[in-house]
């Protein structure tokens, strides 16, 4: 099961596991995760599912954008370190005004 | 061609969407409409290709009497009759100008008294898959299933009005002990981790879509084309 699945997930899910049926479930939507998780053999989660035509294929081009991908979620991950300690550290002492930086993504 | 015009198509109506987001204004923001606008209709050509395709299968069983050949035949005939009673409803609607759901049109008396509770008999049989899946899924096999077990019986536990009444009764705690453990589990760690999965999920999108509207990914048009 690949794609956009909402309740009718556990129905289809639990139909194939009492045939015996071997299951590979791979959807974006977070509510319906634990749901493939319980039922199917294999589950791709979330951006897994996007990762896996390329994973699958080999091909240099796709490999790329997964590696794009990959630096992606390593500056956001910086960037929400970042934040956590300027917020902590806000709590504690009082820094100043320009360090808080959501001033400057808000559109007042 | 066979190949590039769809690749051509994706490509323009992509790039519209994407930087009709950031320009809402003429001529992005009207091309958006339209383009939403066609893609309604492409939608609505999508669901009688789908119809065809499953008269077509159910009519094989039925003429083949192949296994469950009169579940086909239910198919069939439910599929003409919403069909006859759609259209009517529709053409009485054009003809006096009204909804064609108003109520005490057919399709609407099919859809409240037809439709509706058979999807939620269809749905209400969730409860019991939920049931079998977390019997088959909850076992303490390795250290993550155990923690899944552990979450489990406490977020089954708090949501349910049973062992907090009896704790509070009997005096063992004087506050519901199990809601709080499952109200906690559900606000902190659940929220965080769908929050991490969301941002995979968006980044993915990102990528996937870059590379549909490049032209990179071919999959969508029939494979490694």
């Known amino acids: 099961f ?6 009718e997930s556990l129905i289809l899910a639990e139909t194939g596991n009492e045939v015996g049926a071997i299951q590979i479930a791979g959807t974006a939507m977070p509510s319906q995760l634990p749901f493939f998780v319980a039922a199917c053999d294999y589950t791709l989660l979330g951006e897994e599912l996007f990762a896996a035509s390329a994973y699958l ?34 709590e504690m ?7 808080y930086l959501a001033q400057y993504f808000s559109i007042d | 061609m066979k190949r590039e015009i769809p690749l051509i198509i994706t490509s323009i109506a992509g790039i519209v969407f994407a930087v ?4 809402p204004h ?39 009497k192949s296994e469950g050949w009169n579940y086909a035949l239910i198919v069939i005939g439910s599929m003409i009759l919403m069909l006859i009673i759609g259209f009517s409803s529709v053409y009485h609607a054009i003809n006096t100008d009204t909804p064609h759901m108003d109520p ?22 969730l409860a019991f898959f939920v049931a079998s899946a977390s019997y088959r899924a909850f076992r303490a096999r390795s250290l993550e299933a155990t923690l899944l077990l552990v979450t489990a019986f406490f977020v089954m536990v708090g949501r349910v009005p049973l062992l907090d009444p009896i ?11 199990f809601s709080a453990v499952a109200d906690w589990i559900m606000t902190y760690p659940n929220v965080a981790g769908q929050r991490a999965i969301m941002i995979g ?3 993915g999108i990102a990528s996937s879509s870059l590379r549909i509207i490049l032209g990179i990914e071919r999959s969508h048009i029939g494979g490694d084309a």
């Open chain 1, 2 to 7: 690949m794609g956009a699945f909402f309740a």
């Open chain 1, 57 to 90: 294929s080999r091909e240099p081009r796709q490999l790329g954008s997964l590696k794009g991908q990959d630096v992606g979620k390593g500056l956001f991950l910086v960037a929400m370190l970042i934040g956590l300690v300027i917020v902590l550290v806000g």
């Open chain 1, 93 to 99: 002492v009082d820094l100043p005004d320009w360090l």
């Open chain 2, 20 to 23: 009709s987001f950031f320009i």
């Open chain 2, 26 to 64: 003429w001529p992005f923001g009207d091309a958006e409409n339209i383009f939403g606008d066609w893609m309604s209709v492409v939608s609505a050509f999508a669901i009688w290709l789908g119809m065809f395709n499953l008269a077509e299968v159910s009519l094989r069983k039925v003429i083949r």
């Open chain 2, 104 to 125: 005490g049109t057919g399709l609407k008396w099919m859809y409240d008294y037809v439709f509706a509770p058979l999807s939620a008999t269809m749905f209400a049989m």
């Open chain 2, 167 to 177: 704790l509070v009764w009997a005096g063992i705690t004087d506050f519901a002990f």
């Open chain 2, 201 to 203: 999920i968006a980044l």
